[in-house]
């Protein structure tokens, strides 16, 4: 004997495809995605931690420029002092560093050049030297490239 149940059709009963529950059975009041305000709190958060980060690098940048043209006025420093052993004398412009010095006695002692070109600071600007009797100065502008300003570079013969 086979036993036969009615089928009962009921509204709390939802379609199965697969093993899954239909997604367009699915109650209404389950919300998907994102609403406007987490996503402006998630925009906000990003802006803020990227105003950080290029504060940061910033700094960095302006830390490298000011070491790369101390690094610069050093090298020249030891130029005008390679110079000098050379020539017995200071040289009278940063100049005669590549073409050699003006004055026809010195120039028989001239063998090459001890730079090929007279390099500018790291921000573009041309480099200043100063001949104060028996000692110079090098000085690089800066960030603002003028001299005799507060963000100067300087290097001198002491």
Not at 32 to 61: D, K, M, P, W, Y
């Amino acid at each position: 004997m086979i036993r036969t149940c009615p089928i009962v059709a009921t509204a709390t009963l939802r379609p199965v495809v697969s093993g899954r529950v239909n997604r367009l059975a699915m109650p209404s009041d389950r919300r998907r995605g994102f609403t406007l305000l987490e996503l402006l709190l998630v925009l906000a958060i990003l802006v803020v931690l990227g105003g950080i980060v290029l504060v940061n690098f910033g700094g960095a940048q302006a830390d490298a420029n000011v070491n790369a043209t101390i690094t610069q006025l050093n090298s020249l420093k030891q130029a005008v002092q390679l110079y000098n052993i050379r020539m017995n004398s200071l040289p009278k412009s940063l100049d005669e560093l590549k073409d050699g010095p003006s004055d026809s006695a010195k120039k028989a002692k001239w063998t090459a050049p001890i730079l090929s070109s007279i390099p500018d600071d790291a921000w573009g600007n041309p480099i200043t030297y100063t001949l104060k009797g028996n000692s110079y100065e090098l000085r690089s502008g800066g960030l603002d490239g003028q001299t005799n300003t507060e963000d100067d570079l300087v290097v001198d013969s002491n």
